[in-house]
């Protein structure tokens, strides 16, 4: 268990019930023309992160570029609108 402070405790917001992970909490929060990395490391389930994407994308209708990172180590993911 880690106690947070209170800076450390203002970025951060609680996942409700339901089926949204990280990445979903992530990805409401990018502002258009912002963009995540995601690493394999820290992708932990067996799919890869597209289908979260995806419903992001149909649940608040908005838009985004994603695929391979150039690099080959994980996954990049840009807000278009």
């Not at 947070?4 to 203002?10: K, M, P, V």
């Amino acid at each position: 268990m880690k106690k947070l402070n209170a800076e450390e405790a203002d970025g951060l917001e609680p996942l409700g019930k339901g089926k949204h992970n990280w990445l979903y909490k992530e990805l409401i929060l990018l502002q258009p023309r912002e963009g995540i990395v995601i690493r394999f490391s820290d992708w932990k389930t067996k799919k890869p992160p597209y289908e979260t994407i995806r419903n992001v994308e149909k649940n608040l209708k908005r838009k985004f570029s994603y695929g391979r990172h150039p690099d080959g180590s994980g996954w990049l993911v840009k807000r278009v609108g």
